[in-house]
């Protein structure tokens, strides 16, 4: 069976690629996405307008089941009359070369009366793809929850940057929360599904629940003290000029998601719970398990791939921001062995010191006890062999791949969370290239200034520290 994933370079298209391995894939995107390719080299990329029936079509031919994730939201202009065309041109193309099945994701919605016109459109389009003649299962969801989903990033920016909240009537409204887990697995399984003729299912995790209270949820999970002030109107126009001054949602996507919320969106029909044997997660859980995902997702992270993709050319003394995390990623290329260049990264701390502004690690040092943190006192158990779980003075080691990769989780008091990574790697011509990387997961507004605050230092210090490491690993090859 082959299937092709539209709209794959956005959030759940990205997810079903991974999710859907089985199977023969082909992805249809607007415009090239290297990183993807190299990411899955087994799956088949094509590029093109879906406004152009021929592009659509030929993207269309020999596929068996069509993935539906294409919308317009971001549009600058009459975004639904841009949805319209794209379903109309891959609804005319799926008859024609003979798909089996169409899967669209749709928004979930309660009340037909004064939709907004982006559930309006949602809805549409679901009407525009039952229409073709091909069988169309559409699964209607509320909100996603997972980590970089748009849901998701709206409420931890809210939360993270904002100590007290103007909560206007939309906040209020209830809806019906489902992780980007289990809404995957609903996905895959509408594939050999036995349903007949075309199906509406209604998707959702077990419990009903209010933005406030995702919001004070992940407040809660987070270790943070958060106000909500309710105030009985703020239109979606300065609702959205308001999210888009403090998240990072664009404010012509932020009204038309606020213009949303102003209903219900909770599970009326449960056919897709009889059908499809899916065991949903609550609202803590799913946030717990998001939170999870993304702490895991940065340890897989190449930040060289990371930083291309992000379209970051330079990383100044700020450091560049992915997600919630700050960081600081920098390279140095040196003629050296692997195992040459990783020596002073394994050996880093304890009695050899930090090979760079000693005397800024020791004030670190002390003003971490007497924060109450462990301070520098700790050194390490053994100066030449580290393991998992290893101390080096106020670092835990979290990871790590002899000749290869570094992972130190800081201990000390912070504001947040810190780790400081190295990576080597065989570039060619007798030449390795050493990479650190601080990351920094800051908890509130403090964590951020934190950051800041000492970024200027950070520069200084983990410049330095990596052109020490550097010269030393060189430095033994010389002496050879």
Wanted: hydrophobic content about 40%; aromatic content about 10%; proline content about 3%.
């Amino acid at each position: 069976m082959k299937i092709l994933i539209t709209g794959a370079s956005g959030y759940i298209g990205g997810h079903l690629i991974s999710h859907l391995d089985e199977y023969e894939r082909r992805c249809f995107m607007r415009s090239k996405r290297v990183y993807l390719e190299n990411q899955h080299p087994e799956v088949e990329f094509c590029y093109g307008d879906a406004g152009s029936k021929e592009e659509v079509r030929k993207a269309c031919e020999g596929i068996d089941v069509v993935y539906y994730l294409i919308h317009a939201m971001g549009s600058a202009g009459d975004f639904s009359v841009e949805d319209r065309l794209y379903a109309q041109n891959f609804a005319d193309a799926a008859r024609e070369c003979g798909v089996k099945r169409i899967v669209y994701l749709g928004g979930l919605v309660n009340s037909t009366d004064g939709m907004s016109l982006h559930m309006a459109s949602r809805c549409e389009v679901g009407d525009i793809l039952r229409a073709s003649g091909v069988q169309a299962i559409e699964l209607r969801a509320s909100i996603i929850l997972g980590a970089g989903s748009l849901s998701f990033e709206l409420v931890r920016a809210l939360v993270e940057h904002l100590p007290m909240m103007i909560c206007p009537r939309w906040v209020r409204s209830a809806s019906q929360p489902i992780y980007i887990g289990d809404l995957l697995i609903f996905l895959k399984l509408v594939i050999d599904s036995d349903c007949q003729g075309n199906q509406i299912y209604e998707v959702g995790g077990p419990e009903q629940s209010s933005y406030k209270e995702i919001l004070l949820t992940y407040a809660h999970l987070r270790g943070l003290k958060r106000y909500l002030i309710p105030v009985p109107v703020l239109t979606p126009h300065l609702s959205g000029l308001w999210l888009g001054l403090v998240t990072p949602v664009y404010a012509r996507v932020g009204r038309k998601i606020v213009d949303s919320l102003r209903h219900d969106s909770i599970i009326t029909q449960q056919d897709a719970s009889k059908i499809f044997d899916v065991k949903c997660l609550n609202l803590r859980a799913s946030l717990e398990q998001t939170i999870k995902a993304e702490d895991e997702n940065y340890q897989k992270i190449r930040w060289n791939d990371a930083m291309a993709s992000a379209g970051v050319q330079k990383v100044d003394w700020r450091g560049v921001q992915f997600g919630n995390r700050l960081v600081d990623s920098r390279t140095f290329k040196v003629k050296a062995s692997l195992e040459d260049s990783f020596r002073p990264i394994r050996e880093l701390g304890g009695s050899n010191g930090w090979y760079y502004g000693d005397w800024l690690w020791a004030c670190r040092g002390w003003l971490d006890l007497l924060c109450g943190g462990p301070g520098m006192r700790r050194g390490r158990r053994d100066q030449d062999n580290l393991h998992v779980g290893d101390v080096i003075d106020f670092w835990r080691v979290e990871d790590i791949v002899d000749n290869e990769k570094l992972l130190l989780f800081a201990e000390m008091k912070l504001p947040g969370r810190a780790w400081l990574e190295y990576e080597v790697k065989e570039i060619g011509n007798g030449e390795v290239e050493i990479r650190q990387t601080a990351i920094f997961d800051p908890v509130g507004i403090l964590g951020v200034l934190y950051w800041y605050s000492v970024a200027p230092l950070h520069h200084f210090v983990f410049g330095g520290l990596l052109k020490a490491i550097a010269d030393k690993a060189s430095s033994t090859l010389r002496d050879k």
